[in-house]
């Protein structure tokens, strides 16, 4: 930081727009002064794309925005805007969509020059100083001297963009599309280590659940050993941090070695589904383990204290990417006993000369990334007290930067995975931990006008997208199987009607990013690829067909099958590129509904649901009726209304595609008729 500059960044909320709020270069957010501003001075704009734990976002901050050499000639030549993607997905997805067409790749920093109507005309990513002075020289000359040309090329590109991004590729899916999807995505498995590809290899934990999901269609048990074997690596591997819990962002190594030690909120909460999954599909108390360890980072180091989850943890600590992670084996052996750090050493693999080498030098740094050896249950919990002192000393260490903001969508994801833990587990403190973000979230960003994107340093601000509401219709539905508690259904119904007010594209059908009239973007995308974070329109889909499921509703039904069959030529040509709406389709093809009648303190009702969550049945929803709320669920799910509590006694419904079999009383009784429903 240098205190003798402060640009208009210093006025924002964001934590990635504060860290460049004292460059010298001139930045602007994102809005109406900026492009005001390069209209008046005839300027283009160079627009720099980011977020607040990127690390080539910090390289290229350290060596270009901070120079004064470099600030200079910016000021000279462009008006500079800096977006946060995280606050902005919108105008993130808009342009990077363009820098990957035009450029074959895409990453952060994205960098963009556009004329001051916001039309790009170059893109790329990060640039050394050397390399960003000679490029904004060039645009200089251009704009001086080939305007016609430059302008007449943004143009272009800005047509085509906005056809691409809001098109729509209707079809109906083929009846085989799961097994399809399923065996397109197993021709990219690596056997060896699991995961998909080579290297980078992302977690991707949303097509490990549709494979679980589609062996349990197709009957295909390689599907589900792929998904198996996946997980289990992420877990031994260094990307899983072995002392603190939760998950890295990827690993640059094939083996999941060594990670990219940032840590995301959003995979997080995706990795806590896929290993709850697993533990459904398998009841390997491994995979339940394993969700509760991601919980319990999530709880203890991005819970912001009135409930709600902060983003990101930062990949650098004092400069160095992964600093704040590695050991050498002196720190190792200072810290615990002789025999304490003996079994330290085996169970995380370490190596006297260390196994971490820079990525940029390849030189070795002398410290070691700790994996997890293939240990016994019993080895494992004898090391809980080595892991719990490593931990409090790395506590000491400067830490990674968090990036503090809460962001309705993300949240909506984490309610969604602690709520399934929850309710798996049977284990109220994951339920309560989602139960304060919904709440959070519900009292500060949920407004008579709508949803609120950011909440961030005591305000919330920034209308709601597509994912917000999708998100948190996901989340509030799978919380409501959690606790059984109708308001979280009710706001989830209110939210669902919200956002196809507000979403739905009403000529083509599918929804879109944005609502009509945002302003100052060349588009409304509608955005169907799950890249790291599933897209609004797959989350969109799935998130009314539960809902749907839970309430009997035809048309929120409808609203999915058809945001389905918008994507669907799309979806029948490149299936891999939307698992997440080809989940949403599998769900929409037939599914249970159990409707349980009791007392929710009746340890009769108790057992009937504990005997209805051990069946491997992804398809289910679970309702409760009870005295006290038959009215208001009859409200929300009308097809409940009629049903009764048989001879005084907590009674089960089970239903496949709301046509139900004759009532039961006995909990084992209804465990088989779903077993038998869900075959």
């Known amino acids: 930081m240098n205190p003798k500059h402060e640009n208009r960044l210093a006025n924002e909320t964001s934590p990635y727009l504060l860290q460049h709020a004292h460059n010298p270069v001139d930045w602007f957010p994102w809005g109406e002064e900026a492009f005001e501003r390069a209209q008046n001075e005839d300027k283009p704009i160079f627009l720099s794309i980011g977020y607040s734990t990127c690390h080539w976002c910090h390289v290229m901050e350290r060596e270009s925005f901070e120079d004064e050499e470099v600030a200079r000639l910016m ?72 305007r016609a040309e430059l302008i007449g090329e943004s143009d272009r ?9 809001e098109r729509s590729a209707p079809g109906d899916l083929p009846n085989d599309i799961v097994a399809t999807a399923a065996d397109s995505l197993m021709e990219s498995y690596e056997p060896q280590y699991g995961g998909f590809g080579s290297q980078p290899k992302f977690p991707t934990c949303l097509n ?17 050993d792929a998904a198996l074997r996946t997980l289990r690596a992420m877990r031994h591997g260094g990307i899983f941090d072995q002392v603190g819990f939760g998950l890295h962002r990827y690993s640059t190594d094939v083996r999941w070695r060594v990670p990219h030690f940032e840590k995301m909120l959003y995979d997080q909460a995706l990795a806590v589904m896929a290993y709850v999954e697993a533990f459904e599909f398998t009841r390997d108390p491994f995979y339940r383990r394993t969700a509760e360890e991601i919980l319990e980072y999530v709880e ?3 819970r912001d204290e009135p409930g709600g989850f902060q983003s990101a943890q930062d990949a650098d600590s004092e400069g160095v990417e992964g600093k704040y992670y590695v050991w050498t084996e002196g720190e190792i052996e200072q810290l ?34 700790l994996e997890l050896s293939q240990i016994s249950h019993d080895e494992y919990t004898k090391l809980q007290p080595v892991r719990e002192k490593l931990l409090k000393a790395r506590y000491k260490r400067v830490q990674p930067i968090k990036d503090d903001k809460v962001l309705t969508d993300w949240n909506g994801l984490m309610i969604a995975a602690a709520s399934q833990a929850g309710a798996s587990f049977d284990e109220p403190r994951w339920t309560q931990l989602a139960k304060g973000s919904a709440d959070f979230v519900l009292a500060k960003a949920k407004t008579d006008q709508g949803l609120l994107h950011i909440y961030a340093k005591g305000r919330a601000k920034g209308e709601g997208q597509l994912t917000d509401y999708a998100f948190l219709i996901w989340g509030l539905a ?15 119904k209110s939210l669902a009607e919200e956002m196809i007010q507000g979403f739905w594209d009403s000529k083509l059908a599918g929804f879109h990013m944005v609502r009509e009239g945002t302003e100052h973007l060349l588009a409304r995308p509608k955005e169907t690829y799950d890249g790291a974070i599933p897209s609004g329109n797959s989350v969109a889909a799935y998130a009314l067909a539960l809902l749907a499921r839970l309430t009997g509703d035809a048309k929120l039904e409808e609203t999915a099958r058809k945001t389905v069959r918008a994507f669907g030529a799309d979806l029948a040509q490149r299936p891999t590129a939307s698992l997440g709406m080809v989940t949403a389709h599998d769900l929409l093809a037939g599914g249970q509904e159990v409707v349980v009648v009791g007392e929710p303190n009746d340890p009769a009702t108790k057992e009937m649901l504990a005997q209805l969550r051990t069946t491997y049945s992804p398809r289910k ?27 005084g006694k907590p009674t089960a419904y089970v239903c496949r595609n709301f046509a139900c079999e004759l009532p039961t009383t006995s909990p084992f009784k209804a465990r088989s008729l779903l077993e038998r429903a869900a075959k």
């Open 75 to 146: 000021n000279e030549v462009f008006v500079s805007i800096k977006v946060d993607r995280e606050e902005r997905p919108d105008v993130d997805h808009i342009y990077m969509t363009v820098t990957q067409a035009m450029t074959g790749s895409g990453g952060w920093p994205m960098t963009v020059m556009l004329t001051p109507d916001r039309k790009p005309f170059f893109a790329g990513t990060y640039f050394p100083k050397a390399t960003l002075v000679n490029l904004v020289r060039q645009v200089r000359d251009r704009w001086q001297d080939q």
């Open 208 to 224: 490990l659940i549709f494979l679980l999901r589609a062996a349990d269609r197709t009957g295909k048990k390689e599907h589900a």
């Open 300 to 302: 203890r180091d991005l």
């Open 157 to 165: 590109i800005a047509e085509g963009l906005r056809q691409y991004l």
């Open 621 to 647: 929803v679970v309702l409760l009726k009870t005295p006290s709320n038959s009215e208001v669920l009859a409200g929300l799910a009308a097809f409940t209304s009629d049903l009764s509590a048989q001879d």
């Open 336 to 369: 615990l006993t002789p025999d304490e750090a003996k079994r330290a050493k085996r169970a995380f693999q370490t190596s006297p000369n260390g196994n971490y080498a820079d990525e940029a030098s390849g030189r070795s740094t002398g410290t070691n990334i």
């Open 478 to 492: 799978s919380l409501y199987e959690a606790t059984f508690d109708v308001a979280y259904l009710r706001q989830a």
